[in-house]
């Protein structure tokens, strides 16, 4: 294949060649994207409007759902439009703008499970200082930080594979996925796709050993909790976020723990639709379970837009 210097456009994967199954993969992405979507501003709209829910967990758990609307936003809309328009093309710029925005959504949200692993930290091992070690500056300079961090990850992700000369414009998956982005490539991306992977293999290591750090001296501290009523409160408070990084651990596995691949197969589509689709579906639900604050929250928030359609209804009769 000849050498393409410069490529306008790139070709993504389409999920079907036949134009009915087209638009049923459109209505399916659609109701999961909504579910998404529906899930997350929830919990923003809750967070935001219930004073009771302004405490340093719930402004994390806040960001979290913006992160996972930015995830989710950045791949599946596309793939709905190339259902419904049966036009599997994407511009340069814009390809370069999902890898951008895709990697500082994951690297935001991964920067955010340690956050609050240390916020729970804070509230188990020393409740009498938490709200003079998390108060609102601090909070929002750990936030500020999450960003610096992402930017500069996604900076460091998206310039070193569009670096790259690419040899082909035909893109083996239904987004701009560095890996299969780094196989159109004729230059030599062995340097770069084995420091990105070192550094990101790094920042994960590093992450996840804290993560599992933290609560260990956190169960260590709910052991020394005299009640088992307190226990089992202070566990409850832990477990929404111990099942959010198994999810994301899982997601991560299924993504890039599979051997790699020269040859695109339905397999790596289906991995990709899952860790792209499944965690943002399930997050807000995961960390409305176990907590009664929130779930009140959302009570009164789906209660108060029944009343208000209700009234509407009567008022026009």
């Known amino acids: 294949m000849s050498n393409l210097t410069f490529i306008s456009t790139f070709l993504l994967l389409e999920f079907s060649n036949i134009r009915e199954l087209q638009i049923v993969y459109f209505f ?31 402004f994390f758990v806040l960001n979290f759902a913006v992160m996972d609307i930015g995830t989710i936003s950045v791949t599946i809309p596309k793939s709905m439009a190339m259902s419904l328009t049966n036009n599997r093309s994407i511009s340069f710029s814009g390809c370069v703008a999902q890898v951008f925005c895709y990697f500082f959504c994951l690297s935001s949200d991964f920067c955010l499970l340690i956050i609050i692993a240390l916020d729970r930290y804070v509230a188990i091992y020393n409740p009498l200082q938490y709200e003079r070690i998390m108060h609102k500056g601090a909070c929002l300079q750990m936030v500020a930080t999450v960003w610096i961090i992402g930017l500069s990850y996604a900076m460091i992700h998206t310039g070193g594979t569009f670096a790259n000369t690419f040899c082909s414009n035909v893109v083996s998956q239904f987004f701009c996925e560095v890996p299969q982005l780094l196989k159109l490539s004729c230059s030599k991306t062995f340097l770069v796709e084995g420091g990105l992977l070192i550094l990101s293999c790094m920042i994960a290591l590093g992450g996840f050993i804290f993560i599992i750090i933290t609560y ?65 579906i399930l997050n807000p639900f995961i960390y409305s379970m176990r ?27």
């Open 28 to 58: 399916v992405f659609l109701a999961l994207y909504l579910m998404a979507i529906t899930g997350n501003l929830l919990i923003i709209i809750a967070v935001t409007l219930d004073h009771h829910l302004h405490t340093p967990m719930f």
């Open 216 to 280: 260990v001296r956190i169960f260590a501290a709910v052991l020394r909790i005299p009640s088992v009523h307190g226990q089992k409160k202070a566990l409850s408070t832990c477990l929404p976020h111990l099942v959010v990084i198994s999810v994301f651990i899982f997601s991560a596995v299924f993504a890039y723990g599979k051997p790699p691949s020269n040859t695109s197969s339905d397999l790596d589509l289906a991995f990709a639709v899952t860790y792209v689709i499944i965690p943002p």
């Open 291 to 317: 907590n009664k604050e929130l779930k009140a929250a959302l009570r009164k928030l789906i209660d108060l837009e029944l009343f208000s359609k209700i009234r509407i209804k009567l008022l026009h009769n």
